[in-house]
């Protein structure tokens, strides 16, 4: 089976800047030694997070930028992440993320190291059966 369809969580790294018009080095270093962190941190995270580059994730005003993604839960962007000082911090935050139902945390529940790095928490997409119209008869 795939890797990236079984995980049922996504870590992805801005790996292309707008601002020069090419692939972002230090993106693209990042998503590499983020992908050796979380292998190495285990295989129930390993297995459990598929890691992906993107072109652009429009946080460009604070690079690197690194979101976490997973079906119902809340989706989080990272800016301003340092490849070697915020590896350990984005590893531990992907183990809180993975060990909460609805991925919401607290920033004092966060790795110090990403205090005041969060530029978004959007809710999880979740359609509910209650909130859907009932067809007209």
């Known amino acids: 089976m795939d890797k990236a369809k079984a995980a049922a969580h996504r870590i992805t790294v801005c790996t292309n800047c707008r601002h020069v018009g090419r692939p972002c080095r230090p993106g693209l270093d990042l998503l590499k030694h983020l992908q050796v962190a979380i292998s190495q941190a285990g295989r129930v995270l390993s297995d459990d997070f598929s890691l992906e580059g993107s072109v652009c994730m429009a946080g460009c005003e604070r690079p690197c930028t690194v979101a976490f ?3 119902a839960k809340a989706t989080y962007l990272f800016g301003d992440i340092e490849d070697a ?7 531990s935050f992907a183990r809180l993320y993975q060990d909460r139902p609805d991925g919401l945390t607290r920033e004092s529940e ?5 205090g005041g790095k969060t530029l ?5 997409a979740i359609v509910s059966a209650e909130y859907q119209l009932s067809p007209l008869q």
């Open 69 to 71: 993604q997973a079906t």
């Open 85 to 91: 000082a915020d590896i350990g911090a984005l590893v």
């Open 110 to 114: 966060r790795p110090r190291a990403l």
């Open 120 to 124: 978004a928490r959007i809710p999880a």
